[in-house]
């Protein structure tokens, strides 16, 4: 069974300009037949032990950076050794580029079925410092097809 990205791309100028994420965060994965892709509804259709990746880069260039300051299941716990990993490769400057990253693995006995998440993200600009949150995209947890793929 394959790992799966959870790659959201932010534009950081608009989102904070705005105070919300609000079509202004682009989340896709590279699981087949998830829905929502390219919006903050992002569905990841995965599959029970499937271990997941969030990722997040900003639109704009070193001027601006996001990371992942949390994730967090509204339908109880859904996925184990959920956690950051990696760090910044320069914690002198905050314009660093961030080399982190969220993974875990989904539950094993978790019932087949959607779970919504929050996702929070810290966001900097030359200006600005905010963190924001979208409580719209979800894990769909499928079981495996006869076929072997989802």
């Known amino acids: 069974m394959a790992q799966l990205n959870i790659v959201s791309v932010v534009d950081v100028g608009k989102a904070l300009l705005k105070g919300s994420l609000d079509g202004h965060l682009y989340m896709m994965d590279n699981a087949v037949k998830s829905g929502g892709q390219g919006t903050a509804r992002l569905s990841t259709r995965c599959q ?64 087949y079925g959607a779970y919504r998440y929050r996702l929070e993200v810290e ?19 499928q079981p495996p097809s006869k076929s072997g793929g989802m």
Do not use: H
């Not at 639109?59 to 300051?69: D, K, T």
């Not at 200006?127 to 995209?137: E, S």
């Open 48 to 111: 029970r032990g499937q271990v997941l990746n969030w990722i997040i880069y900003p639109m704009q260039g070193p001027a601006a950076s996001v990371r992942i300051s949390g994730i967090t299941f509204l339908d109880g716990e859904v996925c184990g050794e959920l956690k950051i990993y990696g760090g910044v490769l320069d914690q002198t400057s905050p314009y660093a580029p961030v080399y982190d990253y969220w993974a875990g693995y989904v539950l094993g006995d978790l019932a």
């Open 123 to 141: 966001l900097r600009s030359a200006v600005w410092a905010r963190r924001l949150c979208v409580d719209t995209p979800s894990l769909n947890v």
